[in-house]
């Protein structure tokens, strides 16, 4: 994590703690200038985290935890189960795809077993040893640091991994999905390894159940132009539904 990215973290911590806070405190606090400090608080600002006033800020709402991938499996595993099999039917004989880290990846990456003649590059450790025995799927990995929250690999090395491939579809997963802000996750790196997969595949597929619509994570991972597709369930509200059409962004609902 970045210098940048402690800091506003620790500025979010105390919003959370008192509600509000002045400039001036969190200069002296951190030890940082009255610009940088402006320059947090204006970049909390525009994910709809904080409202600016003079002289400091006010918390609005507050980035979701951060969950295990054991914590969370149990979470709609039911609803994940549906959109990970919706979405392995847009995956067709030949495809090249990248599979994100993730619980929602993980029924896509189950239904795959039965398919044949499909690459698959993950991230994810708990993605790649669902497909390490399917005969139909070659499969790569990344490689990279392991963060043993999520099983995810990431950094420099994940990087410049992508970098040399070029993929049909990316099915994405999301930590908070926002009209305004866009796919958001907790991780700063992963959030950098999830923009190099946007840019590598010709598809951006993102799946989600409807629980994540209208939370903005700290990192942002893409602006919703990038985003093609979205396959979620039938609680995603109307403003939501009406406003991924607006943008152009195919919405896929399962039952």
Not at 145 to 167: D, I, P, T, Y
Request: charged fraction near 25%.
């Amino acid at each position: 994590m970045t210098p940048t990215s402690q800091r506003r973290e620790q500025i979010m911590q105390r919003l959370v703690e008192a509600g509000s806070v002045r400039g001036a405190e969190l200069v002296a606090a951190l030890g940082v200038s009255a610009v940088t400090v402006r320059g947090d608080l204006d970049a909390l600002e525009a994910q709809g985290l904080i409202t600016r006033k003079h002289g400091g800020a006010t918390l609005v709402r507050m980035p979701p935890q951060e969950q295990s991938v054991e914590q969370k499996g149990g979470v709609n595993s039911q609803l994940k189960e549906r959109i990970g099999q919706r979405a392995a039917q847009l995956v067709q004989s030949g495809d090249n795809i990248i599979l994100d880290s993730g619980t929602t990846t993980l029924p896509l990456a189950r239904a795959l077993r039965q398919h044949q003649d499909v690459t698959v590059m993950t991230n994810g450790l708990n993605i790649a040893w669902a497909l390490a025995d399917a005969e139909g799927v070659t499969l790569l990995m990344t490689g990279g640091l392991l963060r043993k929250r999520s099983l995810s690999l990431q950094g420099a090395q994940s990087e410049a991994c992508m970098s040399a491939f070029n993929f049909d579809k990316l099915f994405l997963g999301v930590d908070g999905l926002d009209l305004k802000f866009g796919c958001t996750t907790h991780d700063e790196a992963e959030a950098r390894l999830n923009h190099k997969m946007v840019e590598r595949a010709k598809r951006v597929i993102v799946l989600t159940d409807s629980s994540k619509f209208n939370r903005v994570s700290l990192h942002r991972i893409v602006t919703l132009d990038h985003v093609d597709t979205v396959i979620t369930d039938t609680g995603i509200d109307a403003e939501h539904r009406a406003g991924l059409a607006q943008l152009g962004i195919e919405v896929i609902i399962v039952e």
